[in-house]
């Protein structure tokens, strides 16, 4: 389970693709999954450079949110645009990330992402509820390293 493109199987990323776009529909918040590798840094340092990488600041009420997982690392980060963290306390992931932990452990990456990026969705309702204007600012298609 260390080589990335067996990470997932196609019909799991399309089931991951699937729970972004329902998530999205809960918030105008903007979710996207990169995966890759591994990493040097700490996850969390190397989620905010996907995140650039990604132009992910491109987002009307800066909402963006990135899911990073380092495969073989064996480790993972999530990281919101400063819109959010304007509006939330520092541990506003924490749930998310116990959520996704969960799975990992017991090696269901897939139901962790799912479930993860359904929870995101949740959090970020109740402070960037879904708006009749809504539009995918943000790719739904899983990025990788
Ligand atoms: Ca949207
Ligand atoms: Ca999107």
């Known amino acids: 389970m260390s080589k990335v493109e067996n990470f997932l199987t196609s019909e ?4 991951i ?6 998530a999205e529909k809960n918030t105008s ?3 996207r999954v990169h995966i890759e590798k591994e990493t ?3 996850a969390i340092e190397r989620a905010v450079e996907v ?4 132009n992910m600041e491109n987002t009307r009420e800066r909402n963006g949110v990135i899911i990073y997982v ?3 690392s064996k480790q993972f980060a999530i990281y919101g645009d400063k819109g959010i963290n304007e509006k939330v306390s520092d541990d506003f992931w924490n ?6 932990a969960g799975h990992f452990q017991n090696g269901d990456f897939k139901q962790g992402l799912i479930d993860g990026i359904l929870n995101a969705g949740e959090q970020l309702k109740k402070h960037f509820p879904y708006l009749d204007s809504d539009t995918d600012e943000l790719s739904n298609e899983i990025s990788r390293g």
């Open 12 to 15: 799991e990323e399309q089931e």
């Open 17 to 22: 693709v699937a729970a972004i776009g329902k």
């Open 29 to 31: 918040g903007e979710i």
């Open 40 to 42: 040097s840094a700490s």
């Open 51 to 54: 995140f650039q990488m990604l």
């Open 70 to 72: 380092a495969v073989k």
């Open 95 to 100: 749930c998310t990330k116990d959520v996704m």
